[in-house]
């Protein structure tokens, strides 16, 4: 297992071990693999009335999207050697899987639980024309509206987490008013192999590397990669996160491997390009949020390694592309560490309590751990640093933001001020726990000076929500902003609505999609992409949201001053809740790099 071979983004959490009923909300796995047929045993049971009072009551997709698998002209082409070997591989696992299935997962892999409803994959869908629009879309928007999430494959044969899929991105297009929508997967590595075997092979991150049936799943697919079987070194990655446009480039992207490529086409179509290096520059991975500073326009990212040191690389990337060295950050330990935030001159790391120890995997546990000896603190480095000598450490105990939303320099007080989400139980993203998740969205000040740190909740207790995936307007990244928008992730883990937070006074406006609608991150689009004179929050948000009733998906444009909505547009097929998403100015879109 090479480098930060863990992907995560939208939070599934411990909510899903609520004591909910499940009985009839089974996935249906009618294409499983004859290596598992005899080993799951699923029961016709009565139709009951669906009741939904939480988000684990969600209507369940029975049958497995048909998707274009593989044709005997595709199929691998093995010698004798090479087949005997499959066989006895295939073999293993089906032993294996055996006697998986016969303990229950726990909440936080069990497929049925991870992917119903409308979490559920969906086939790629071709460009469609002229959709359907309530409303008036506004003339400042054209362009391209992107959104990542993940959406396997194939049927998961044993333990899957919603962020193991693989990742497709939804586009909708306006122009002029009108608007198209298509949806494809991101042609990884990863994802061209499975096809073309017809099954999945690459172990899942999450949702299968836990405890001694982990380790026997790396063993086999290690074993598979010596006799050619599969090929990981082209990466593992699945690119269902992030979603950045850089250097004449659309870039898909999940922390466990190098960007892909992706280029919109003119009819609004998706198409991969590939896996992207930056021009051979790039030879570790990046994590699913690089920051792009709004006046320089330089690029900035993190990359973590889960094996060896150094556990973590700090760099950054020019306007044109061309990578600065890499800043080798010192930690003690590998750690989770998907976002990061920058100031008009800083970077701010956060080294937290959530850690891999991969040695876990033997005792029979998860890798994946909370560790509650360790203080959190934040790391503070200068953006043109050439090394950490000069980082300044601040300790901000038991805080955990799985992401952050924006942070400025207040020079005045020796403070750096960092506004994130913090998380509790830190862990339960990946293992399951009773407690129930909550996340606050937080002030947290670092005093450069002192070493000392403060943290409030921005939000009285009184308006308390759980608040997860979103931004404040990109124009001001970095700079100090009063503005957040921000999912309303009620009832966990599904978003209801979304927020428009006042940083400075805590006032909150919120936004609710209706009955039985839910969405996922709102994406702010400022009316001038420059932001000029116009005010903070001039500007749009733009979000998908599904009806669970009808189960029809569309994307609606809301005015951020207003809070009302200007246009609905109307999908022609079902946009699965997902993760994160961009905005691809059309002025952009003929000038797109071809490699």
């Given amino acids: 297992m090479t480098s930060s071979y863990y992907t995560t983004s939208l939070n599934l959490s411990s909510s899903w071990s609520n004591k909910a009923s499940l009985d009839h909300h089974h996935m249906g796995?009618?294409?499983?693999?004859?290596?598992?047929?005899?080993?799951?045993?699923?029961?016709?049971?009565?139709?009951?009335?669906?009741?939904?009072?939480?988000?684990?009551?969600?209507?369940?997709i029975i049958n497995f999207p048909n998707q274009v698998i593989n044709d005997d002209n595709n199929k691998p082409k093995w010698n004798l050697f090479q087949r005997v070997a499959?066989?006895?591989?295939?073999?293993?696992?089906?032993?294996?899987l055996s006697r998986e299935l016969q303990h229950p997962l726990p909440k936080t892999t069990d497929p049925n639980i991870q992917i119903s409803g409308n979490f559920a994959p969906v086939p790629e869908q071709p460009v469609r024309h002229v959709l359907p629009i309530k409303g008036t879309i506004p003339d400042c928007i054209n362009g391209v509206y992107v959104r990542n999430g993940a959406n396997p494959l194939h049927e998961p044969?044993?333990?899957?987490?919603?962020?193991?899929?693989?990742?497709?991105?939804?586009?909708?297009?306006?122009?002029?008013?009108?608007?198209?929508?298509?949806?494809?997967?991101?042609?990884?590595?990863?994802?061209?192999?499975?096809?073309e075997l017809g099954k999945?092979?690459?172990?899942?991150?999450?949702?299968?590397?836990?405890?001694?049936?982990?380790?026997?799943?790396?063993?086999?697919?290690?074993?598979?990669?010596?006799?050619?079987?599969?090929?990981?070194?082209?990466?593992?990655?699945?690119?269902?996160?992030?979603?950045?446009?850089?250097?004449?480039?659309?870039?898909?992207?999940?922390?466990?491997?190098?960007?892909?490529?992706?280029?919109?086409?003119?009819?609004?179509?998706?198409?991969?390009?590939?896996?992207?290096?930056?021009?051979?520059?790039?030879?570790?991975?990046?994590?699913?949020?690089?920051?792009?500073?709004?006046?320089?326009?330089?690029?900035?990212?993190?990359?973590?390694?889960?094996?060896?040191?150094?556990?973590?690389?700090?760099?950054?990337f020019s306007p044109n592309g061309d990578k600065s060295p890499e800043v080798q950050i010192p930690l003690d330990v590998p750690t989770m560490i998907h976002?990061?935030?920058?100031?008009?001159?800083?970077?701010?790391?956060?080294?937290?309590?959530?850690?891999?120890?991969?040695?876990?995997?033997?005792?029979?546990?998860?890798?994946?751990?909370?560790?509650?000896?360790?203080?959190?603190?934040?790391?503070?480095?200068?953006?043109?640093?050439?090394?950490?000598?000069?980082?300044?450490?601040?300790?901000?105990?038991?805080?955990?933001?799985?992401?952050?939303?924006?942070?400025?320099?207040?020079?005045?007080?020796?403070?750096?001020?960092?506004?994130?989400s913090c998380m509790t139980p830190a862990d339960s993203i990946f293992n399951e726990c009773d407690e129930n998740l909550k996340s606050v969205l937080s002030e947290i000040r670092l005093n450069l000076k002192t070493g000392e740190s403060t943290r409030r909740a921005i939000i009285a207790e009184s308006e308390q929500v759980n608040l997860e995936a979103g931004m404040v307007n990109r124009n001001l990244l970095g700079r100090k902003t009063r503005f957040a928008y921000l999912a309303i992730a009620e009832p966990w883990p599904k978003v209801s609505g979304f927020a428009k937070v006042d940083l400075f006074t805590g006032e909150v406006k919120k936004f609710y999609y209706g009955d039985r609608k839910f969405g996922g991150e709102p994406f702010f689009l400022p009316r001038d992409s420059d932001q000029s004179d116009n005010e903070e929050d001039d500007g749009y948000i733009l979000t998908f949201v599904h009806n669970e009733k009808t189960w029809k998906s569309e994307l609606q444009i809301v005015n951020a001053m207003n809070m009302?909505?200007?246009?609905?547009?109307?999908?022609?097929?079902?946009?699965?809740?997902?993760?994160?998403?961009?905005?691809?100015?059309?002025?952009?879109?003929?000038?797109?790099?071809?490699?």
């Fill in 29 to 60: 796995f009618n294409k499983i693999s004859s290596l598992t047929k005899k080993s799951i045993s699923l029961k016709k049971k009565k139709k009951e009335p669906i009741i939904i009072n939480s988000a684990l009551h969600s209507p369940s």
């Fill in 86 to 96: 499959a066989l006895a591989f295939d073999l293993a696992e089906g032993a294996l």
């Fill in 157 to 195: 044969l044993a333990g899957h987490h919603l962020f193991d899929g693989d990742g497709m991105i939804h586009a909708v297009k306006i122009d002029n008013g009108n608007a198209s929508y298509a949806c494809r997967f991101t042609e990884t590595t990863r994802l061209k192999q499975e096809r």
């Fill in 200 to 316: 999945p092979v690459f172990p899942k991150a999450i949702g299968e590397l836990h405890g001694h049936s982990g380790i026997a799943r790396l063993m086999l697919f290690y074993a598979r990669g010596l006799f050619g079987l599969v090929d990981g070194d082209e990466g593992c990655g699945v690119a269902n996160a992030g979603l950045v446009y850089f250097n004449d480039r659309l870039l898909a992207m999940s922390e466990d491997d190098l960007p892909y490529h992706v280029r919109i086409t003119e009819s609004g179509d998706l198409k991969t390009v590939g896996r992207f290096n930056f021009n051979q520059q790039l030879k570790s991975t990046m994590i699913a949020h690089p920051k792009i500073d709004p006046v320089t326009k330089e690029l900035f990212g993190l990359s973590y390694d889960v094996v060896q040191k150094p556990y973590l690389k700090y760099f950054k």
């Fill in 339 to 420: 976002d990061f935030a920058i100031t008009e001159n800083y970077v701010v790391v956060p080294d937290q309590q959530v850690v891999f120890k991969l040695q876990e995997m033997i005792t029979g546990g998860s890798p994946v751990i909370y560790d509650k000896n360790k203080v959190s603190r934040f790391g503070v480095l200068r953006k043109d640093a050439t090394d950490a000598n000069d980082i300044i450490w601040v300790e901000s105990p038991d805080t955990f933001c799985f992401h952050l939303w924006n942070a400025w320099e207040e020079p005045e007080t020796d403070e750096v001020v960092v506004i994130g």
């Fill in 564 to 595: 009302k909505v200007e246009a609905t547009i109307m999908l022609p097929s079902r946009v699965p809740y997902g993760f994160h998403g961009t905005f691809v100015e059309g002025k952009h879109l003929k000038n797109q790099a071809y490699n």
